[in-house]
């Protein structure tokens, strides 16, 4: 019954990555269908994360007042509730009011999820996890460019809604197994975890969540902007095209955490780490390269993205381990929050920069995150304990 619960997490986390490229991958088009400028995609992307922060924020209280499995089956009605506001929107204003639902539905059941797979099972099996997201992150711009080519931007939000049904229909059939699995312990821990306040006096707290900040501002940069780069700096490229760009990034978390699945167990989560942001800064370098086609520039995304790929599970795995199964709820629940805030205000402020200076500046604007990100984390290393 573990294994199949397992699949059952995967698959979860498949729908969870659905949702996360559409805004990018559409944009193009969508601002053009609502006559607006391109940097105020960044203030729909704003508003989705703003409401994540909040549902991570309630995740501890939430988790130790409800099973994991109720916060899951509620998590992806949000989502699709959300999905379908989206494609069924004519004026900009209505986005903001369908991003509620849309962005709620994510920082609860990520955290749950998350803390579950990280009190319970190895590093290997977190980046595995964290694939299957980039699984679903791939497959929706390639949804999107479909419905780019075959209809409107509306159909790409309304196909994926389908999706994530019946994904729920799985999760809700699913539901006696999550029964079966739930340990008395691990009901105890959740009951008797800490709260926020306690767990960010710990030395090292303040520094990782610096850290998962500069990460995932670096992330949500590119989720919703490398369409448009490729708009911007490579010419004659039809918008369908130009919205498949959105699954690099995807497809290059999901081959780095796929790779990391198989020797994350050997290597540990902090040298995956250290692994992974050099690829990463090797592919920001190959982005920069003056080369006229998209090709070279494609390479350097899919780097881009592999090398950020187990970083995310990593820090997420090392919850417990650093701060205490007791602090592990609180902790991972902050770490969400603190995801959100860097996915709510930076592509915001990228879309800003972008708008005065030119898409071009996007490899810079990453170089600082990355460097930001493995600063703060050999900083809280110190903190904590030894280096492994």
């Known amino acids: 019954m573990g294994s199949l619960l397992i699949a059952v997490i995967y698959l979860i986390f498949i729908s969870l990555g659905l949702p996360d490229s559409l805004l990018g991958s559409g944009w193009p ?7 607006v400028p391109s940097s105020f995609a960044g203030y729909v992307s704003m508003t989705i994360s703003f409401m994540t922060i909040i549902s991570a924020l309630l995740s501890p209280r939430l988790m130790r007042k ?3 499995k109720w916060i899951v089956i509620i998590s992806i009605m949000l989502t699709v509730a959300g999905l379908l506001g989206f494609s069924v929107c004519t004026e900009y204003w209505m986005l903001f009011l369908m991003a509620v639902p849309y962005g709620l539905g994510a920082g609860a059941i990520d955290a749950s999820i998350n803390n579950y ?9 977190m980046n595995f996890l964290h694939c299957f997201y980039g699984v679903g992150a791939m497959i929706s711009p390639y949804i999107m460019a479909s419905a780019l ?20 229909v799985v999760c809700i059939l699913s539901l006696p197994l999550w029964k079966r699995n739930q340990t008395k312990e691990e009901e105890e821990t959740l009951k008797n975890s800490a709260g926020i306040r306690e767990v960010v006096r710990i030395p090292g707290a303040v520094q990782t969540l610096i850290a998962f900040f500069a990460y995932c501002s670096g992330e949500a940069t590119c989720f919703l902007w490398v369409p448009s780069f490729f708009a911007g700096t490579k010419k004659g490229l039809s918008a369908g095209t130009i919205a498949s760009f959105g699954s690099l990034i995807f497809g290059g978390l999901m081959l780095g955490r796929l790779i990391a699945g198989f020797i994350s167990n050997h290597f540990g989560d902090r040298k995956m780490i250290r692994m992974g942001i050099v690829l990463e800064l090797l592919g920001i370098l190959v982005v920069m390269l003056p080369f006229p086609g998209y090709v070279v520039t494609a390479v350097g995304f899919v780097m881009i993205g592999t090398g950020m790929g187990p970083v ?9 381990q650093n701060f205490g199964r007791k602090n592990s709820a609180a902790m991972i629940g902050l770490q969400m929050a603190s995801a959100y805030v860097g996915s709510t205000f930076m592509p915001m402020v990228f879309g800003l920069l972008q708008q005065a200076l030119g898409i071009w500046i996007m490899p810079w604007y990453l170089l600082i995150f990355a460097f930001l990100n493995i600063g703060m984390l050999e900083f809280s290393y110190k903190k904590l304990v030894p280096a492994e």
């Open 117 to 125: 797979v990280a009190m319970h099972y190895s590093g290997s099996v």
């Open 149 to 168: 080519r075959r209809a409107r931007w509306n159909e790409g939000y309304r196909w994926t809604a389908y999706l994530q049904i019946a994904i729920l």
């Open 29 to 35: 088009a969508m601002r053009v269908f609502f006559g």
């Open 312 to 320: 995310y599970p990593a820090i997420q795995h090392m919850a417990p």
């Open 66 to 68: 409800m099973q994991t």
